[in-house]
């Protein structure tokens, strides 16, 4: 549970730590007519007051906003309590989030290498199937003559769950529906182990937290590799995951 030591804004204690905290809540609240995030930078001044004072305004519907956040108070309360937003635990994969993880993974029946999209004939690291199931070595005979439709969709499933579960298991804050599905899709791509790792779960549990990225953004957009290359694919893939995740837009590049 995120907690403040103290209150931030005009008047406040204004320590660092609480005031990266309230930053970076600012910039995950959606508020009407506020598209462009402050930055996160645990330094209090007039850009901080006045999203304070918008969010305020415009979310709360104060009349006369005093700029500030106190642990405990109505401001704090909503800002780590979006309307709608539940704990990871309560979702499951939306129909939405597996339309599209579906069309970006592409059906392929055959076996195929995931660096070229070429169909082979024998095993390769990177060799893939289905809805983007990579073929392990000691896979290569069940799967090296390939799958039906059905097949393809059952395993697709199979190799799903893990994801939501590490996404629930792992995610302690109050989130909504389009940003789970979003962080299963990016699971999805770089694993279990590395999304547990990352700092997008960091940044996620904590606004605030100190990471070598400047914001969340950041944090989600460096995975863009692919076996440790550059790759453009997997650039397009991560915009329109971050599109899902601020936007709860779905759509394919």
């Known amino acids: 549970m995120l907690k403040l ?5 005009r008047g406040g204690l204004n320590k660092k730590a609480d005031v990266r905290l309230v930053q970076g809540l600012l910039n995950n609240y959606k508020i009407p007519g506020v598209s462009c995030p402050i930055e996160i930078d645990g330094k209090v001044g007039d850009e901080t007051y006045t999203r304070i004072d ?8 104060t009349l006369k906003p005093d700029g500030r956040v106190d642990p405990g108070g109505q401001s704090f ?3 780590t309590n979006r309307p709608c937003s539940k704990l990871a635990l309560s979702y499951s994969v939306s129909i939405k989030g597996i339309n599209l993880l579906k069309a970006i993974e592409v ?8 660096q070229t999209g070429k169909t082979i004939t024998k095993y390769v690291s990177g060799a893939t199937i289905g809805y983007g199931h990579l ?3 000691n896979e290569w005979k ?23 579960r590490r996404v629930k298991n792992k995610v302690k804050t109050k989130i909504m529906q389009y940003e789970f599905d979003a962080m299963v899709i990016l699971a999805f791509n770089i694993g279990k182990g590395g ?6 779960l960091k940044l996620v549990n904590n606004p605030g937290a100190k990471t070598s990225y400047s914001d969340l953004e950041h944090a989600w957009l460096a995975w863009n590799k692919s076996q440790k290359k550059y790759n453009k694919g997997v650039v397009n893939r991560r915009k329109a995951e971050w599109k899902i995740y601020t936007k709860n837009i779905y759509l394919r590049w």
């Open 54 to 61: 918008v969010f305020q305004n415009k979310a709360l519907h």
């Open 135 to 137: 073929i392990k070595k």
């Open 107 to 114: 059906l392929h029946t055959k076996p195929y290498d995931d």
């Open 77 to 79: 309360t909503r800002l």
């Open 195 to 200: 999304f547990s790792k990352s700092s997008v």
């Open 5 to 9: 030591s103290g209150s931030v804004g």
């Open 142 to 164: 069940k799967y090296s003559k390939g799958l039906t439709k059905a097949q393809s969709l059952a395993l697709f499933k199979e190799d799903l769950a893990p994801f939501s």
